[in-house]
């Protein structure tokens, strides 16, 4: 989505809606639907999967669950919306979306952007609850060279300490499906896992960041090791001290 608008060069944050976000918005439809009846099995089948995966692979987390999302809703596209600051990693405070995994017939468009304060994702952080979206590039015309287009686009949000940092989605491509309660239901459990792994892998890129770190102050403690073994055997206060914090911030 958003890397196409980018070869287009269009100004994402810059554009002009062209329709009311009521006009795109038909949420109320998924009650009114005739709904499939639950899939329990499936569904506990698929969180099970889930779980597994983030155990085992946690850094694939998102395209695993990305295409958990298109199995159970059985759409054409399915995918996560992260807010970021750098376009390559998560952050609360991003003014913009990222993709990080996308299944189905958008997965050309994984790592694509759209803005936090115009776009669908950001309509649904601001109004903080699950909406449905038909044909979303009649407000937002950064989205109308993405093919193919989205005839209908489920969205859920999903949070990390009470605070929305991103969506979870779903799009229908065709009008040969459409959303229903059960994709509703089904996706706001699968939106509480999103949460889950997401703050698995910040726990990750949190121990990235500091394994360096401690890795020099273990170094330091061998070298001063070292050194009492080669020197006198008494070291001076400033080393003490500095070696004292070094082993506490490493435990």
Same mark, same amino acid.
């Given at each position: 989505m958003a890397n196409s608008a980018k070869s287009?060069?269009?100004?994402?944050?810059?554009?002009?809606?062209?329709?009311?976000?009521?006009?795109?918005?038909?949420?109320?439809?998924?009650?009114?639907r005739p709904s499939r009846p639950p899939d329990y099995?499936?569904?506990? %089948?698929?969180?099970?999967?889930?779980?597994?995966?983030?155990?085992?692979?946690?850094?694939?987390?998102f395209r695993t669950l990305a295409e958990t999302i298109?199995?159970?809703?059985? %759409?054409?596209?399915?995918?996560?919306s992260l807010l970021t600051r750098n376009g390559e990693t998560?952050?609360?405070?991003?003014?913009?979306?990222?993709?990080?995994?996308?299944?189905?017939?958008?997965?050309?468009?994984?790592?694509?952007?759209?803005p936090r304060n115009f776009g669908p994702c950001g309509d649904v952080l601001d109004q903080n609850r699950t909406l449905l979206f038909t044909h979303f590039e009649r407000r937002y015309p950064y989205l109308m060279p993405v093919n193919p287009a989205a005839e209908e686009c489920l969205l859920v949000p999903f949070y990390v300490d009470g605070k929305a940092v991103g969506t979870i989605?779903?799009?229908?491509?065709?009008?040969?499906?459409?959303f229903d309660a059960e994709d509703d239901r089904v996706m706001a459990s699968l939106g509480k896992f999103a949460s889950s792994a997401y703050q698995a892998l910040i726990q990750i890129e949190d121990l990235k960041f500091r394994w360096p770190s401690a890795?020099?102050?273990?170094?330091?403690?061998?070298?001063?090791q070292e050194d009492w073994n080669?020197?006198?055997?008494?070291?001076?206060?400033?080393?003490?001290?500095?070696?004292?914090?070094?082993?506490?911030?490493v435990q």
């Open positions: 287009h060069d269009v100004p994402l944050d810059s554009s002009v809606p062209t329709a009311s976000l009521e006009s795109i918005l038909c949420t109320e439809e998924l009650q009114r099995e499936k569904e506990n %089948c698929a969180l099970v999967k889930l779980v597994s995966a983030l155990a085992d692979s946690p850094t694939t987390i298109q199995e159970i809703t059985q %759409c054409d596209s399915a995918g996560l998560p952050h609360v405070d991003g003014r913009r979306f990222y993709w990080p995994a996308i299944a189905g017939m958008w997965n050309p468009h994984v790592g694509g952007e759209t989605w779903g799009i229908m491509h065709s009008d040969r499906q459409k890795k020099r102050r273990r170094q330091k403690s061998v070298n001063w080669r020197g006198s055997g008494v070291w001076s206060r400033p080393i003490l001290w500095e070696l004292s914090c070094g082993i506490s911030k």
